[in-house]
């Protein structure tokens, strides 16, 4: 028999190594359909690991990815920690970057120091609003965030699909669905010349701080928390519970909004309607790994990014199909989720002991 | 008048029935795992992974039933696994199906890959034909509206009659009703809550897989990625809109089959003037409209999302 018993005190080590063990554990569990596709298993973890780490391209290519990633990881982590059931990063990113693109593609002409904060504050405040509506049908009218956060993914597609076909097209882009390009006042420079790796990612870093600062140190991070913890309790405490929550819906919106500006204004220069294959979903995946720590998003979203880019380079060398990158990101989810387990309980392995027969009758 | 025209015609009818065929299925089938007491967010995928297991079973020579009782252990396979994730273990439902989604939905997209490399055009399949059943299919106006669908459909409904049968006029459906509102006093009655309840989001899943099965086997005949297209999330929604129970589960989901049908017509009269993804959009902002609207008295299953350990209230 397997018996769960609580635990009282986590070693901070254990609780730190876990979600790395989970994140192997998925890894090594794509062994199989590796070896179900007919790829030799030891020889495509090598393509894996130097397509992500082999040089110092691939090491660019793998933060540019992984830059994203933290935004969005940080938009779950946050909203996640408050219970606020926020799955819509995805369409937060695009309303992020429609906004950055509909005042960086020459609507405003200001210098750069103007320019970049302007479509930083307009992707913030796009995907904040966006977040605001869910939040709101949540703490107002009681509907379930969840399934409002994932409808409106879809909802946010269509519109940004319908601004790029219509209003927002580039005359000048061949008949292609896409935006104008962005200025380069506009525009978030290249931190190393010929690398796709950009100052997004510094901007991401730097949240990922204030972040943690917030959580750690400040008074709505004590309310997120405790929120998180136990509405009702919090209730009592004289938390407000509704404000809490809309706070934390508007940060998280924004934080998956800079992910949208990220993306159009340092990596694509232009809009198009797949910037993003699930970013906001692979958030989740990224702020679970990361036990919704903000610094562990950032390592989390290495990690996963190295998945995404070691499997790409992976695919193309052994004809391996690239859906095993998002195979292994399901698995460390679902890794993950089960070592949390291991952090509440300790898991004793108890032989049944054998009742008498008389005892039995008196139970 | 156009717009009635539109709603008179069989022709819109039949395409209301047709589209909430898999509605049915995903609707009854996230039902049947909320009654017994557990989100199943895995829907999307499980539906991507009926899609894809039937179509790839009857494309392998496996016949068209046979397809569909292979998505439905597909789908009964990993509503396993979410089961295992949420009853004994316990876990965060809400994280789990969103696990369950994206497992289920690689593992086809990757099997799918794998098994085609290289196709430009999707291959396809012998699909199910409407049938043809005597007088009823010949009648004026209602043959052609209500009876001239595939068995899937048929089979759909019967679904919604045994989901109703077995919930509210057996001593199973007493328990699995009684396992999502009072887990505790269903082990006092010396009956596992394990059992129940992993029982009982098999069943739904396998039923959430037959609605992906619907659209590669009979709406469609191949498979294609995206193709569900947020119908599971869509489903998740109509069960609270539903209030939990088979037969308004099937009124939604054909009231939501009519306006998306009349949608589609619409866009045929005025989409030169509106973006069709204006009308795209509709099923998405009434899906959350539907939510919104039962959302203040939705009567949700008392233990919906509680997890239960034994020897513990």
């Known amino acids: 028999m397997i018996r ?60 540019a990815r992984a830059t994203p990633l933290i935004f969005t990881g940080l938009a779950v982590s946050v909203a996640f920690r408050a219970k606020l059931w926020n799955i819509g990063a995805e369409g937060q990113l695009y309303v992020g970057a429609l906004a950055a693109v509909a005042i960086g593609t020459g609507a405003i002409s200001a210098p750069a120091y103007i320019m970049i904060p302007l479509i930083i504050l307009a992707g913030m405040i796009a995907g904040g609003t966006l977040m605001l509506v869910p939040t709101l049908l949540k703490t107002k009218l009681g509907a379930d965030e969840v399934v409002t956060t994932l409808l409106l993914n879809f909802v946010v597609l269509l519109f940004v699909q319908m601004m790029l076909e219509g209003p927002m097209k580039d005359p000048m882009g061949m008949g292609w669905p896409q935006s ?72 998280s919106g924004a934080l998956a909004g800079l992910a949208g500006v990220s993306e159009v204004a340092g990596l694509k220069g232009y809009l198009t309607a797949d910037i993003s294959p699930g970013f906001g979903y692979t958030g989740v995946v990224v702020a679970m790994l990361a036990g919704l720590s903000p610094v562990g998003v950032v390592v989390a979203a290495v990690f996963i990014a190295a998945v995404f880019v070691g499997a790409d380079s992976m695919s193309r060398a052994m004809g391996v199909s690239s859906y095993i990158a998002d195979l292994v990101v399901a698995m460390s989810l679902i890794c993950v989720l089960i070592s949390s387990l291991f952090v509440r309980f300790k898991i004793r392995f108890v032989r049944p002991k054998k009742t008498p027969l008389v005892a039995k009758g008196e139970a | 008048m156009e717009y009635i025209d539109i709603l008179l015609s069989a022709n819109f009818w039949a395409a209301a029935i047709r589209i909430a065929t898999p509605l049915i299925f995903g609707v009854l089938g996230a ?26 079973a009857v494309w392998l020579g496996a016949g068209l039933w046979g397809g569909i009782l292979v998505a439905a252990l597909a789908g009964a396979f990993f509503g396993l696994l979410h089961g295992i994730l949420t009853v004994p273990l316990g876990l965060s439902q809400h994280v789990s199906g969103l696990g369950i989604t994206m497992f289920a939905t690689s593992v086809s997209y990757f099997t799918y890959r794998t098994a085609l490399p290289k196709v430009s055009s999707p291959p396809r399949i012998e699909a199910f034909q409407p049938l ?20 899937m459909t048929f089979l759909a409904l019967a679904m919604v009659l045994l989901v109703s049968y077995v919930l509210y006029r057996t001593p199973l459906g007493l328990a699995i009703r009684a396992v999502g509102d009072n887990p505790s006093a269903v082990e006092a009655q010396g009956l596992s809550v394990f059992v129940l309840r992993i029982g009982a989001i098999m069943a739904g899943s ?49 009231l939501f089959g009519a306006f998306d049908a009349f949608q589609i017509r619409l866009q045929n009269e005025v989409g030169a003037v509106i973006p069709s993804q204006v009308f795209l959009m509709i099923p998405y902002l009434l899906s959350i409209v539907a939510l ?6 939705a009567d949700y299953p008392r233990a919906l999302l509680q997890p239960y350990f034994r020897g513990q209230r």
């Open chain 1, 4 to 63: 769960f018993e609580p635990r009282t005190n986590v070693s901070s080590l254990f609780a730190f190594a876990l979600p790395i063990i989970a994140g192997i554990t998925a890894l090594v569990l794509a062994a199989i359909p590796i070896a179900a596709a007919g790829g030799e298993v030891f020889a495509a973890y090598g393509h894996i690991f130097k397509g992500a780490f082999g040089s110092k391209f691939a090491f660019s290519e793998l933060l």
């Open chain 1, 180 to 251: 104008e390009p962005m200025t380069s006042a506009a525009t978030l420079p290249k931190m190393f010349a010929r690398m796709r790796i950009h100052w997004g990612l510094v901007i991401a870093l730097a949240s990922a701080l204030i972040i943690y600062i917030m959580m750690k140190r400040s008074v709505w991070g004590f309310e997120i928390r405790a929120t998180g913890e136990n509405v009702s309790a919090a209730k009592h405490a004289g938390i407000p519970v509704t404000s809490t929550f809309i706070k934390v819906g508007l940060i």
């Open chain 2, 31 to 56: 039902l049947v795992c909320e009654r017994a007491g557990v989100l199943n967010l895995g829907i999307e995928g499980i539906f991507v992974v009926g899609a894809m297991c039937g179509w790839m």
């Open chain 2, 132 to 151: 043809d059943i005597p007088v009823l299919s010949d009648l004026p106006f209602i043959g052609p509206a209500l009876f001239q669908q595939t068995s």
């Open chain 2, 206 to 254: 396998a039923l959430m897989a037959l609605g992906g099965a619907f659209l590669t086997m009979s709406a469609f005949d191949a498979f294609f990625f995206g193709m569900i297209n947020g119908r599971g999330w869509i489903c998740i929604a109509l069960v609270v809109f539903a209030s939990w129970r088979p037969g308004k589960a099937l009124l939604g989901a054909l």
């Open chain 2, 292 to 297: 919104v609207l039962v959302a203040r008295k």
